[in-house]
């Protein structure tokens, strides 16, 4: 098995990532996401020939705008959240931690964000030992929210309020008491921080 020093980072684009990540993140969605950055992980093919894609990144602008206000007050714009991160199955230990690591890299090199904000879902048995093991600040835990279960699909509850024509559908269909839909609270999740810059850090914790 190769190393995974050996592995390469390429900044990426969203339709090149897309269908990856719908196969091995486990919401199997990219719907929704305000993209910003994607990443991709490589090997060297079989026999030597074409790379092979092993993983997949997208960091996207926050949904809500009240994680960006907390935790870059300063520059609220200058907030990224890491929304999806998978790589396949047989990958050596340690491969999540260098992807995100390399990306971070990336980031603060040739972008003028400053802050990166994730989260791990314990509903899915995450706790954020990749975050941990590159240097994020665990923030504790998010409040329960609403969850919107439609058709057996997962949405955040801002499709209860959105205007588009699919949330505006959804909406009319509770109204009418579709027993497709169903709406309950979630499990908190693990808040992750990561400062690209330092000095925001040292201010912070």
Same mark, same amino acid.
């Given at each position: ?84 991160l998978c790589c ?20 603060? =090199?040739?972008? #003028? %964000?400053?802050?990166? $904000?994730?989260?791990?879902? @314990? ?8 975050? &941990? ?28 309020t959105d205007s ?10 509770? =109204?009418?008491? #579709? %027993?497709?839909?169903? $709406?309950?609270?979630?499990? @908190? ?8 810059? &330092? ?7």
């Amino acid at each position: 098995m190769s190393k995974v020093v050996d592995y390469k980072v390429e900044l990426s684009e969203y339709k090149v990532v897309k269908s990856f990540i719908k196969k091995w993140h486990y919401s199997h969605k990219t719907h929704g996401l305000k993209v910003k950055y994607c990443f991709a992980l490589f090997r060297e093919g079989k026999f030597g020939f074409d790379k092979e894609m092993i993983g997949a990144m997208i960091y996207a602008l926050p949904a809500m705008p009240k994680p960006a206000q907390k935790y870059c007050p300063k520059n609220p714009d200058k907030l990224l959240e890491l929304v999806r991160l998978c790589c396949i199955d047989d990958t050596p230990t340690n491969t999540e931690s260098y992807f995100i690591g390399n990306s971070l890299r990336w980031l603060k =090199k040739h972008t #003028d %964000y400053k802050v990166v $904000i994730s989260y791990a879902d @314990p509903h899915f048995n995450h706790s954020g030992v990749i975050y &941990k093991a590159t240097n994020f600040i665990h923030y504790g835990m998010t409040g329960s929210k609403r969850l919107v279960l439609v058709d057996g699909e997962r949405f955040h509850e801002r499709i209860l309020t959105d205007s588009h024509d699919s949330a505006l559908r959804v909406q009319k269909r509770i =109204k009418e008491n #579709d %027993y497709g839909i169903d $709406i309950f609270n979630t499990e @908190p999740k693990h808040i992750y921080v990561y400062y690209l810059d &330092k000095k925001l850090k040292r201010k912070n914790v």
